[in-house]
C-alpha cells in the first residue's frame, strides 16, 4: 500500500520559471511532511520540511504547501535553475514513526 | 558531506556469494536505517534500529541480516541473494524523532 504517491515521474522547466512538483497521501495521520533532492550516485539530501500545523514553509527559493483536507503536498522552486535538475523525494511520517516516500519526480532544469 | 559512509559504493556478486554492506555515521545520531531503492519505485524501509535495538523489520526475506554493533554502525549480511535483489541500497540515520533522515551515498548492488 503505497501512503505517499507522487503521480508525475519527470518535469522539464525553462531556467528562471517556477517548477512545482506535487505529492498526494492517503494517511490523513501524517503530520510532518519532506522534501529531499537527490543527484545521481549521491543519496538523498533533505531539503525542507513543514509540520501539519502549517500550511506553508519557504526556505529560500524553496516553498512547500501543505493541503490537509486534499491530502495534497507541493514544492515550488522559483526562480529554478539548471542546477535544481534532480530527483525530488517527497516523504511524509505519523507520530514520530518513520518515514514513508514517494517514488521520486524528476526535475530537468532547462538553461 | 552527509557524515553517513557507506561501503562499498558498488557491489557486484553471485546468488551464492556472502556479503557485507557497510554503514557508519558520525552525527551522533541514534537511529539507523536500511532502505532499498529499486528503479522508479518508493525507497523501501527495511529495516530501523533505535539504540542499537532493531524496532522494525518490514518483511525483508531472511536472505538479508542487518546487524548493529552500536549507534555509530550498521551492516547488512548478504547471503544467497536473488537477481530481483540487485537495487541501490541506502543507509541512514536520524537524531530526534521528526528531524530529517541523512542519508549515505548508497551501495549499487547487483547479482549476477
Known amino acids: 500500500d503505497q501512503q505517499v504517491k507522487q503521480n508525475s515521474p519527470s518535469l522539464s522547466v525553462q531556467e528562471g520559471r517556477i517548477s512545482i512538483l506535487n505529492c498526494d497521501y492517503t494517511n490523513s495521520m501524517f503530520d510532518y511532511f519532506l522534501w529531499y533532492k537527490k543527484y545521481p550516485a549521491e543519496g538523498p539530501t533533505f531539503l525542507i520540511s513543514?509540520?501539519?500545523?502549517?500550511d506553508k514553509n519557504e526556505d529560500g527559493r524553496f516553498t512547500v504547501f501543505l493541503n490537509k483536507s486534499a491530502k495534497h503536498l507541493s514544492l515550488h522552486i522559483v526562480p529554478s535553475q539548471p542546477g535544481d535538475s534532480a530527483v525530488y523525494f517527497c516523504a511524509a511520517s505519523e507520530d514520530n514513526n518513520d518515514m514513508r516516500f514517494g517514488a521520486g519526480t524528476r526535475l530537468t532544469v532547462k538553461p | 558531506e552527509t557524515g553517513v559512509t557507506q561501503t562499498p559504493r558498488h557491489l557486484v556478486m553471485g546468488m551464492t556469494n556472502k556479503k557485507s554492506l557497510k554503514c557508519e555515521q558520525h552525527?551522533?545520531?541514534?537511529?539507523m536505517y536500511w532502505y532499498k531503492q529499486s528503479a522508479k519505485k518508493p525507497l523501501e524501509l527495511m529495516f530501523v534500529y533505535n539504540f542499537k535495538e532493531q524496532t522494525e523489520n518490514n518483511s525483508v526475506p531472511s536472505r538479508f541480516s542487518p546487524e548493529c554493533p552500536n549507534s555509530s554502525h550498521l551492516f547488512l549480511h548478504l547471503h544467497t541473494l536473488q537477481p530481483e535483489d540487485s537495487a541501490l541500497y541506502l543507509c541512514?540515520?536520524?537524531?530526534?524523532?521528526?528531524?530529517?533522515?541523512?542519508f549515505g551515498d548508497g551501495t549499487r548492488l547487483s547479482i549476477l
Open positions: 541512514a540515520s536520524r537524531g530526534q524523532p521528526n528531524q530529517p533522515q541523512h
Open positions: 552525527l551522533g545520531h541514534n537511529a
Open positions: 513543514i509540520s501539519s500545523i502549517k
